[in-house]
């Protein structure tokens, strides 16, 4: 036994609660699916949302003790238990828009709640994450179980072509990653952010040269995982061929908590080489926002249209990170946290607007939607403009500090060109609108029946935070600011 | 001390050496003193078992991957046990308690995949309907 | 400036429309459309009543009167309350939109009595006075570009609201992002105000602005006068953005009096109005501010001389009035641009007020060339329509003759040609439209309707702004914004004066005589001049270049380079030459090709040996 261990003390545990609360209760549904017979699958939904529940109240009262866990393995701080929040929130939103959406397919399993609860252990850990490997295996785990579910409807061709191209590139992405990781270990002996930080900045030895390489090799992984250019291409179609409420949850959660890792590892361990990783973040955020924004001007398919909209505001948030102070990293969470709601507000509703084998996925069957179901239609306008950045949404205030952090770090090119961008972004949003307001309904509007309860609640509850956030935003923006002490 | 990087990384560029070596020198090493010895049974794949006939893209049981896929899985979880029990007399009780858990969790894994019907071939039906 | 009056409640004002648009929003359907007009005109007239309350209860209001209702935003450095202030200038504003905001939510009422969707445009035009009030009464940035963005939102829903006519959506779909371009460049401004004022609050910036020595060269107050020029061309439709203002006509006719000639599209003047302490120290921007506003008065008004379109004439019109009103502002005569946004709103609201009568006299005719003769049988509306001829004509002593006076007055002290630009631009501006009115109530009756007098509720506003529109000369506004923008010491040279209302008189005489003596002649004219006339109606092909330049390459570019190309081209290609065309035809199938994943993976590799390249070369350097 090694000189210096030490057992966990009870506060540790209590630090690592939510993960494990999550993997009993996604292994308790495990259990009850085995036993359950085939009538009886669709309660354990249920069975999810109370351990997401009970996850966000443990996650609560872990951070009401902050401190590091397991040998410093994990750091439950304000930031990490800001991602753990925001991403149980995710996955309350994205089991509440399921059920309706697997018994139209016929596809009710408890298996598919599990895997939501096992990827969000992965983002979990990821958010606190505060060494190397934890934060592998924290992206290791959300990824698996995200590629399960996005090919979850195993009969149907799309699910399938999305799994394999998300599952081949983002292990190949991840094998980069890891190999980034060797080399650091290698160039400082440790791969502890704090121990890496203090290394890189006080000791002379390693080659600056390798310790860029390696960084460079672990943001492949992260600008995969977050959807940054030029590592977008399998967003599309991963988006367009997952089931609706998959959509929703993948372009929320992994994405947030990737993006939480990103911040953490590059603000914390690569801090003293900043001046290596900024220019390349600067140039991947002007890139990741046109290639999203101009590529969705031309799309016809919804799904597409918000999978490459996703892109671009992966760009947006990337200039907070550019932005590289504490101003843009509260800005980066703020943003993450109203893109989450606006996305999944609007996945959701897709899969409910989408009928059986998500026949209607193009904008123009929307047409006329706001004479047949007003609410959803208004619902779906406030998340749309609330993704164009209209004020008294929470897109607006996002982007407004973003691009005030921009400033504030002198990036005034970054700005310049990251307004237009928003600019440009209002053509295609307006258009969904248009359909749905301004034209007369299609046939596919005549057919459309009530919105299931659970999407019912999902999509207010979204839209309800967006106006929220764009109202008042201190409300969560001094959450951030407060939580955005990283690596000092 | 090494100071140039080819003193840094000559160990690594060794053991690379050694790998390839290793590899290339057994099949190389087989094929040199290997009996060869030539027969109809001998020039078939392999030499018991089923005649390999038929289309090459014939498809197996699913059950197949299934089985080799759970192997794999839960040998490795078994490998776990190994380090625990060198330490467990200098970790006590807590070892003890954790180790519980992860057996149950695994066992839990089992009886999953048990209810599913993977281990029982015999109702090839009830899964092919799931 | 805090003042000594108790609080007045200012927030009444803008939320009394927004209940407006909350009561007939959800529950208008149900109400019927008596109840609907009942809340609608009375939550405005409600809110005129408060401003009126105000106003008279902080007189003589010199300084502004603040209120605070609590924190919006408390971050760090930014500081953002919840603050409505009300000034002189902003009481002016308050009028004018509450004023005639009542008027014309009166008069539609009336006008849209036969359409579908009643309920749903009303609850619109509540909701958008709740915005422009937002507006006008923000005493920060941030505020002011809440209400700039949702009046944009309102216009936009409301140029769009015979969504049947595909037309109508382009035109609003064209509104909405033209505008966000000007958006752009005013958030962009209001970033910059903050970076270097540390503050969006109006007295704040403004206080710390009038501290600063005038720039000498192009610094970075100029370049923030510029973002928000073009912020304020976007609103104001001056040039280069002024193309969707002309298609917005697209919307029912109350929509084009209230939004488009009356008030939104003074939001730009008012706010470089509201920011002149950041103006008058950045000569350059307001150089640029006078330039804009003379080339968009001369080029809207020779475009307003060709067109037939009853509505669209007015819409050039409005376009080159705004002109005016840039160029009073560039000339440092805020007041005079404030004033004749006043008389404008007036007259203007009053033609097209006027003009929708006609056209529902008509049951829908727009074009001129099909009316004539209508002043016997439709005389109030030509009554109350010659009022707002003689005013928009610049004929003595009615309205507009007094605000232009001032701008040209200002203009000559500023720079003499200038002047002179205006006087012509003026003599075109009584042109055209003496040209619409002859073509409209003299002569022969060319179209085949039954052209019918409409109702009361719709010629009682046209009777109230006929009034205004004679008698609004006499408000005195420069004199009553003096605490606000002190009077410029200009003498008042009645040559001056004289040669401009000459100029009007000219333009009237020159109509009368090309359209109602001898009407062959404008025909003649038009054949004569060929391509120039050509070029002119067909508005200097002004969309034809913005859609071959930008719009085009724009969209075309986005499909084959980055969807095409980035998305599936390049790297498909040459792995995959066959896949390409594959995937071009469509199916599912076809994405389900190892080809793509080898595409995109080998997308992976390529980028990330950029990546690597860079960082390891920035590493490097960094020794």
Redesign the interface.
């Known amino acids: 036994m090694p000189a210096n261990f030490a057992f966990p003390t009870e506060a540790e545990y209590i630090r690592f609660l939510p993960e494990t609360i999550l993997i009993l209760m996604g292994t308790l549904i495990m259990v009850l699916e085995g036993f359950a017979g085939d009538g009886h699958r669709k309660g354990t939904h249920k069975v999810a949302l109370f351990g997401l529940f009970l996850a966000m109240a443990a996650a609560c009262y872990a951070g009401s003790n902050p401190g590091p866990a397991f040998s410093d393995f994990l750091l439950v701080d304000g930031f990490g238990t800001f991602f753990r929040m925001l991403v149980l929130t995710v996955g309350i939103l994205a089991v509440l828009c399921s059920p309706s959406y697997l018994s139209r397919e016929r596809a009710d399993s408890g298996e598919y709640y599990a895997l939501i609860l096992y990827s969000l252990v992965g983002q979990c850990i990821l958010a606190t994450a505060n060494e190397l490997i934890m934060v592998f295996i924290g992206l290791e785990i959300s990824s698996i179980a995200t590629y399960v579910l996005a090919g979850y409807l195993r009969d149907d061709k799309r699910n399938n072509e999305s799994a394999i191209k998300y599952f081949l590139l983002g292990s190949f992405a991840t094998a980069f990653l890891l190999y980034g990781v060797a080399w650091i270990y290698g160039l400082t002996g440790s791969t502890n952010l704090a121990v890496i930080r203090q290394y890189l900045q006080t000791s002379a030895t390693a080659d600056p040269a390798l310790v860029g390489l390696a960084a460079g090799l672990m943001f492949v992984g992260f600008a995969f995982k977050v959807s940054a250019a030029p590592f977008q291409a399998w967003t599309p179609d991963v988006y367009q061929g997952a089931p609706a409420p998959v959509t929703a949850f993948m372009s929320a959660g992994p994405k947030a908590a990737a993006f939480a890792v990103f911040i953490r590892v590059y603000i914390t361990a690569f801090d003293g080489i900043a001046e290596t990783w900024l220019p390349v973040v600067w140039v991947s955020a002007l890139a990741t926002m046109v290639i999203g924004n101009f590529a969705a001007l031309t799309q016809t398919n919804i799904k597409r249209v918000l999978a490459y909209s996703s892109i671009a505001h992966a760009g947006y948030v990337l200039v907070a990170v550019a932005a590289h102070s504490q101003i843009g990293t509260a800005a980066a969470m703020f943003y993450l946290a109203s893109y989450v709601f606006m996305n999944i507000g609007a996945f959701a509703l897709i899969s409910h607007l989408s009928r059986q084998g998500e026949r209607y996925v193009q904008v123009n069957d929307l047409a006329g939607l706001s004479q047949r179901q007003p609410v959803t239609a208004a619902l779906f306008a406030i998340f749309l403009l609330s993704l164009i950045g209209v004020p008294l949404t929470g897109g607006f205030f996002g982007k407004f500090y973003i691009f005030k952090a921009a400033l504030d770090s002198q990036l005034y090119w970054l700005t310049v060109l990251g307004l237009l961008n928003s600019a440009v972004a209002a053509y295609y949003y307006l258009r969904i609108i248009v359909v749905m307001y301004f034209h007369e309904p299609g046939h596919a509007t005549e057919s459309l029946e009530e919105p299931a309860a659970g999407i019912r609640v999902a999509s207010l509850v979204a839209a309800l935070a967006v106006v929220v956030l764009g109202v008042a935003p201190s409300l969560l923006l001094n959450v951030a600011s407060r939580s955005s002490a990283i690596g000092r | 001390m090494p100071t140039t990087p080819l003193e840094v990384y000559f160990p690594v560029l060794v053991q690379a050496l050694l790998g390839v070596g290793l590899a290339l020198g057994l099949v190389g090493a087989s094929s040199l003193l290997g009996k060869k010895l030539k027969n109809k049974i001998k020039d078939s794949p392999y030499e018991c078992g089923m005649a390999p006939q038929g289309s090459a893209e014939e498809r197996f049981s699913v059950k197949f991957y299934l089985v080799a896929m759970l192997f794999i899985l839960f040998d490795i979880e078994a490998v776990f046990l190994y380090p625990w029990v060198v330490v467990y007399k200098d970790l006590g009780m807590i070892a003890f308690v954790e180790m519980a858990i992860f057996v149950i969790l695994i066992l839990s894994g089992f009886f999953y995949i048990w209810k599913k019907g993977v281990l029982d071939w015999s109702q090839i039906s009830r899964i092919q309907r799931k | 400036m805090h003042s000594l009056h108790s609080s007045q409640s200012l927030w009444l004002i803008p939320v009394l429309p927004l209940l407006g648009f909350l009561i007939n929003g959800l529950l208008g359907k149900r109400l019927g459309k008596g109840a609907v007009s009942l809340v609608a005109v009375g939550t405005v007239a409600a809110s005129f009543a408060w401003v009126l309350k105000c106003i008279s209860a902080l007189m003589p209001l010199e300084h502004s009167h603040i209120e605070t209702y609590g924190?919006?935003?408390?971050?760090?450095a930014?500081n953002i309350p919840v603050e409505l202030a009300i000034d002189r200038l902003t009481a002016v504003m308050l009028l004018v939109v509450t004023g005639i905001g009542s008027l014309i939510h009166i008069y539609a009422t009336g006008y849209m009595s036969h359409e579908e969707g009643y309920e749903r445009f009303f609850a619109y035009l509540n909701l958008f006075m709740f915005f422009m009030l937002t507006l006008v009464l923000a005493n920060n940035y941030l505020l002011l570009?809440?209400g700039w963005?949702?009046v944009g939102?309102c216009s936009y829903?409301l140029i769009?609201f015979y969504?049947?006519k595909l037309s109508?959506?382009n035109a609003?779909?064209k509104a909405?992002?033209v505008n966000?371009?000007g958006?752009?460049g005013f958030?962009?401004a209001m970033?910059?105000i903050?970076?270097h004022f540390g503050s969006l609050s109006f007295p704040a910036v403004f206080e710390k602005a009038k501290a600063l020595s005038p720039e000498s060269g192009f610094g970075w107050l100029t370049a923030i006068c510029l973002l928000l020029l073009v912020g304020a061309t976007g609103k104001s439709a001056q040039v280069p953005l002024y193309v969707w203002l002309p298609d917005a006509m697209e919307g029912p006719t109350p929509v084009s009096a209230l939004i488009h000639a009356a008030t939104m599209v003074t939001a730009g003047v008012y706010m470089v109005a509201r920011s002149a302490a950041l103006f008058v120290n950045a000569p350059i921007a307001m150089e640029v501010v006078a330039y804009v506003g003379l080339i968009t008065a001369v080029l809207a008004a020779t475009i307003g001389i060709t067109q037939f379109d009853i509505k669209k004439v007015f819409a050039y019109s409005t376009v080159s009035q705004l002109g005016y009103m840039f160029l009073a502002l560039g000339c440092g005569a805020f007041s005079a641009g404030i004033f004749h946004v006043v008389t404008h709103a007036f007259f203007k609201a009053l033609l097209f007020l006027g003009a929708g009568s006609v056209i529902h006299a008509l049951e829908g005719e727009q074009d001129i060339r099909h009316m004539g003769g209508l002043r016997s049988k439709i005389p109030v509306t030509f009554l109350t329509l010659a009022c707002a001829w003689v005013a928009i004509a610049g004929v003595p002593p009615f309205s507009g003759f007094h605000s232009k006076d001032e701008i040209l007055l200002a203009a000559h002290h500023h720079h003499p040609w200038m002047y002179w630009v205006g006087v012509i631009t003026a003599g075109m501006t009584a042109f055209y439209v003496s040209r619409c009115m002859f073509m409209t109530f003299f002569g022969e009756y060319r179209g085949h309707h039954h052209p019918h007098e409409s109702p009361w509720v719709m010629t009682g506003p046209l009777a109230v702004l006929a009034v205004l529109s004679l008698a609004g000369g006499y408000t005195h506004i420069p004199q009553f914004l003096e605490p606000v923008f002190p009077l410029k010491g200009g003498e008042h040279d009645s040559t001056l004066v004289a040669i401009s209302v000459a100029a009007g008189l000219a333009g009237i005489a020159l109509a009368w005589f090309l359209y109602v003596l001898s009407p062959e002649t404008p025909k003649s004219i038009a054949s004569a001049l060929g391509g120039l006339y050509r070029a002119v109606y067909n508005k200097y092909y002004v969309d034809e270049v913005y859609y071959g330049t930008i719009v085009h390459p724009?969209?075309d570019?986005?499909?084959s380079i980055?969807?095409k190309g980035?998305?599936a081209g390049i790297v498909d290609g040459a792995v995959n030459g066959a896949g390409t065309l594959a995937r071009m035809i469509g199916g599912?199938?076809r994405?389900?090709q190892t080809g793509?994943?080898r595409?995109?993976?080998a997308?992976?590799v390529?980028?990330?040996l950029?990546?690597?390249a860079?960082?390891?070369?920035?590493?490097?350097s960094?020794?």
Request: aromatic share 16%; no cysteine; net charge neutral.
């Open positions: 924190t919006w935003i408390a971050s760090g930014l570009f809440v963005e949702g939102l829903l769009g969504y049947l109508a959506t609003g779909n909405f992002i966000r371009i958006d752009f958030s962009l970033f910059l903050f970076v724009l969209v570019g986005s499909k980055l969807w980035l998305d599912i199938t994405r389900f793509n994943i595409s995109y993976a997308w992976v390529l980028g990330s950029l990546v690597l860079a960082m390891t070369a920035m590493g490097g960094s020794l």
